[in-house]
C-alpha cells in the first residue's frame, strides 16, 4: 500500500511537470516557473526501485523541450535544470552529462552550470575518462579558459582506458595556447611512445617536429637580441653566433630544412617535399 502511494505520488507530480513543460511552450518563460520543477533528490526517493525508468521518461521530455527551442526561439532556461534532475535519479546517465553540458556551453555560455554538471559528473563516476575530458573540451573551445582547459585534459589522461585524444588535447593546449614549449614535447613524446595508432603515432611525429622547431626559433631569438646587445649590431648570420661563442653548432632542422636571419629574428625554411 505504501508503495502504491509513492508510486501514485511519483505519478501526479510527472503529469504536472508534463503539464507545465507544455504550457511554458505557449507563453515566454519566466525565470520563476523553474520553482515548480521537482528536485531530482526528492524524486530519487519516490521513486524507489524505478529511477533509472523515471530518469529516461525525464530524458524523452528533456529531448523533446530541446527539439521545440531549437525550432523556435533558441530559448533554453531549463536546460540545467532538467539535467540535474535527471542525473540525480541516474548518476552515472552519460548523455545527460555531455549533451547536456555542450547545449549549456554552446546556447547559453553558462560556465557555472557547465562546472555544476561536469564537476557532480566526475564525483559520482570517477573512473571516467569522459568528464574530466569534456570539462576541458568546453573551457577550451566556449570559454577560451585554456589554464583550466590543460588541468582537465591533464586529468583525463589519468583514467584507465583514456583514448589517445585525451593526450592530444592535453598537449595541444600546452603546444598552441599556454605556450609551454618544453612540456607540450614531452607530452607529445608519451604520445608517440605509447599510443597504438599509427594515425595517431603520426600527428605525434609531426608535433614532435614543429615543437622542436619552434624551440630552435624561440631560442635563436633569444641569443640574437643578447649579440645585438652586446655586439652593437645585428649578426649576419647564424655562423656568426657560432663563431663568438654564442653557440656551439647551430641546430639540426627536424624538417631537414635550415634556419636564417631576415632582419633581427630567425626564420624556418623547410624544404618542398
Given at each position: 500500500?505504501?508503495?502504491?502511494?509513492?508510486?501514485?505520488?511519483?505519478?501526479?507530480?510527472?503529469?504536472?511537470?508534463?503539464?507545465?513543460?507544455?504550457?511554458?511552450?505557449?507563453?515566454?518563460?519566466?525565470?520563476?516557473?523553474?520553482?515548480?520543477?521537482?528536485?531530482?533528490?526528492?524524486?530519487?526517493?519516490?521513486?524507489?526501485?524505478?529511477?533509472?525508468?523515471?530518469?529516461?521518461?525525464?530524458?524523452?521530455?528533456?529531448?523533446?523541450?530541446?527539439?521545440?527551442?531549437?525550432?523556435?526561439?533558441?530559448?533554453?532556461?531549463?536546460?540545467?535544470?532538467?539535467?540535474?534532475?535527471?542525473?540525480?535519479?541516474?548518476?552515472?546517465?552519460?548523455?545527460?552529462?555531455?549533451?547536456?553540458?555542450?547545449?549549456?556551453?554552446?546556447?547559453?555560455?553558462?560556465?557555472?552550470?557547465?562546472?555544476?554538471?561536469?564537476?557532480?559528473?566526475?564525483?559520482?563516476?570517477?573512473?571516467?575518462?569522459?568528464?574530466?575530458?569534456?570539462?576541458?573540451?568546453l573551457n577550451y573551445v566556449f570559454f577560451k579558459d585554456?589554464?583550466?582547459?590543460?588541468?582537465?585534459?591533464?586529468?583525463?589522461?589519468?583514467?584507465?582506458?583514456?583514448?589517445?585524444?585525451?593526450?592530444?588535447?592535453?598537449?595541444?593546449?600546452?603546444?598552441?595556447?599556454?605556450?609551454?614549449?618544453?612540456?607540450?614535447?614531452?607530452?607529445?613524446?608519451?604520445?608517440?611512445?605509447?599510443?597504438?595508432?599509427?594515425?595517431?603515432?603520426?600527428?605525434?611525429?609531426?608535433?614532435?617536429?614543429?615543437?622542436?622547431?619552434?624551440?630552435?626559433?624561440?631560442?635563436?631569438?633569444?641569443l640574437i637580441k643578447k649579440f645585438k646587445e652586446k655586439?652593437?649590431?645585428?649578426?649576419?648570420?647564424?655562423?656568426?653566433?657560432?663563431?663568438?661563442?654564442?653557440i656551439k653548432e647551430i641546430p639540426k632542422h627536424p624538417?631537414?630544412?635550415?634556419?636564417?636571419?631576415?632582419?633581427?629574428?630567425?626564420?624556418?625554411?623547410?624544404?618542398?617535399?
Open positions: 500500500m505504501k508503495n502504491f502511494f509513492y508510486v501514485f505520488l511519483l505519478f501526479l507530480i510527472v503529469i504536472n511537470l508534463s503539464y507545465r513543460l507544455d504550457e511554458i511552450r505557449g507563453v515566454k518563460e519566466k525565470v520563476e516557473e523553474i520553482l515548480y520543477l521537482p528536485k531530482g533528490e526528492i524524486l530519487k526517493y519516490i521513486a524507489l526501485d524505478h529511477r533509472n525508468t523515471v530518469s529516461d521518461y525525464f530524458w524523452l521530455l528533456f529531448i523533446q523541450y530541446y527539439g521545440h527551442h531549437l525550432q523556435t526561439d533558441l530559448q533554453f532556461p531549463y536546460l540545467y535544470p532538467i539535467t540535474d534532475i535527471i542525473t540525480d535519479l541516474d548518476e552515472k546517465f552519460l548523455h545527460a552529462y555531455t549533451f547536456g553540458s555542450v547545449n549549456i556551453a554552446h546556447h547559453l555560455k553558462d560556465k557555472l552550470s557547465v562546472t555544476k554538471l561536469l564537476m557532480k559528473a566526475m564525483y559520482k563516476n570517477p573512473e571516467k575518462w569522459e568528464y574530466p575530458f569534456w570539462m576541458g573540451f585554456y589554464k583550466t582547459a590543460g588541468i582537465f585534459f591533464k586529468l583525463s589522461t589519468f583514467k584507465k582506458d583514456a583514448p589517445p585524444v585525451c593526450y592530444r588535447f592535453y598537449a595541444f593546449t600546452y603546444y598552441k595556447k599556454l605556450k609551454n614549449l618544453e612540456v607540450a614535447l614531452k607530452l607529445w613524446e608519451y604520445m608517440y611512445n605509447n599510443v597504438k595508432s599509427e594515425v595517431e603515432k603520426e600527428i605525434a611525429k609531426d608535433y614532435i617536429k614543429r615543437t622542436i622547431m619552434k624551440i630552435h626559433m624561440r631560442d635563436l631569438n633569444i655586439e652593437g649590431y645585428s649578426p649576419l648570420s647564424l655562423r656568426e653566433l657560432v663563431e663568438k661563442g654564442y624538417y631537414d630544412g635550415y634556419y636564417i636571419i631576415r632582419g633581427d629574428t630567425v626564420e624556418s625554411i623547410i624544404p618542398k617535399k
